[in-house]
């Protein structure tokens, strides 16, 4: 009888990708996968350190697998465990830890499945992690999400992902356009395209770092690679977004107008004490750039509340210019303090208090934000992806510029492409729709 194993993804787009891609070396190896609530031989939990709160939810994870079988063999990998290996390893009941080099690995280091007394830890110094494989998800959703980019090089003060993932490194260009060709052949209708810093795609291409491509370069190829219906560009640094890749997705074949850029902070002068590597006035450009050329694009942002230093004044100051700004959601981060960075040593500490009730301000603006771009795509016709899941009685699904609408349970239209009219925003503020080639859903079977 064949083992079986379970995984658990915690954090980012490329944590899902990688995480598909260790998946597939199990089923390589004979393993059967199962959902984690299930009794498995063995569970791997893919880690992030990113946030104090992914740190704290790894335990809960650990039980819920001791749970479904207190026998069976757990093993940590991911930024976590390339940070704090030692800690995890501590963990009642993990077995074996592995860092970034050796993640992808992990089946040469499992013999028999057999507790042991103590996690048994394979991590390198991050300085070795100067290799690059290409992962991605596929079989796990509607839409995949392909890597193209690992590491980074920037070294904003309260980031630990350098230390998690080493320098930035890029996939070859036919490497990619291979994985694009795979993922389309699974009659998967999306691609998102994820990394670290995924706009410095290009760098550590062939094991330097001259940038062989530029991400204008490898959107461009995307752009031409035939069964894909949708690419869509993940988090993408202000400074790195370039004019010519902004008009290449508003004419282009299959990306669409969706953004998310990372501001972090609406002050010059916090932006300046995280090391950004730019000012709010290029983030207004930015916008206004994408806005002038394609008006129903859909931008989200993330920023960062409580930083070292970020007095009332600072934190108005963001408030006030993402209020003022053309953008559609807000992801909002509570700053925590991260071991080994610049901005853990920082004077001006701001209470966890006051952290809370920014993050809070925030939320409540994404809340208003999000609904007048919703309401402002009211009338506008558009295409739906439909998503696989019935959420009580009713299928999800998302416009091209990111507008999540919702209609009764219909299993036909699961991982299929419509194209609706947008009619109303219903009370859970997801949006309502005729179809347009066909104004009435079509028959349950």
Known sequence: MSKKVAFYTLGCKLNFSETSTIARSFKDEGFDRVNFSEKADMYVINTCSVTENADKRFKTIVKQAQKANPNAFIAAVGCYAQLKPEELANVNGVDLVLGATEKFKITDYINDLSKNDYGEVHSCEIEEADFYVGSYSIGDRTRAFLKVQDGCDYKCTYCT???????????????????????SAQDIKEIVLTGVNIGDYGKGEFGNKNHAHTFLDLVTELDKVEGIERLRISSIEPNLLKNETIELVSNSRAFVPHFHIPLQSGSNEILNKMKRRYLKELYVDRVEKIKSIMPHACIGVDVIVGFPGETDMHFLETYNFLNELDISYLHVFTYSERDNTEAADMDGVVPNSVRSKR????????????????????????TVLFESENKEGFINGFTENYVKVKTPWNPILVNTLHQVK?????????????????LKPVKTL
């Open 161 to 183: 992902i350098p230390l998690a993932r080493g320098i930035s490194r890029s996939d070859t260009m036919d490497n990619v356009l291979k994985n694009a060709r795979e993922i």
């Open 359 to 382: 993050s809070k301000m925030l939320r409540g603006l994404s809340v208003k934000k999000r609904r007048a771009f919703y309401e402002s795509q009211i009338g506008t016709t558009r």
């Open 422 to 438: 947008l009619t109303k925003i219903d009370d859970d503020g997801l949006v309502r729709f005729e179809f347009v080639n066909q």
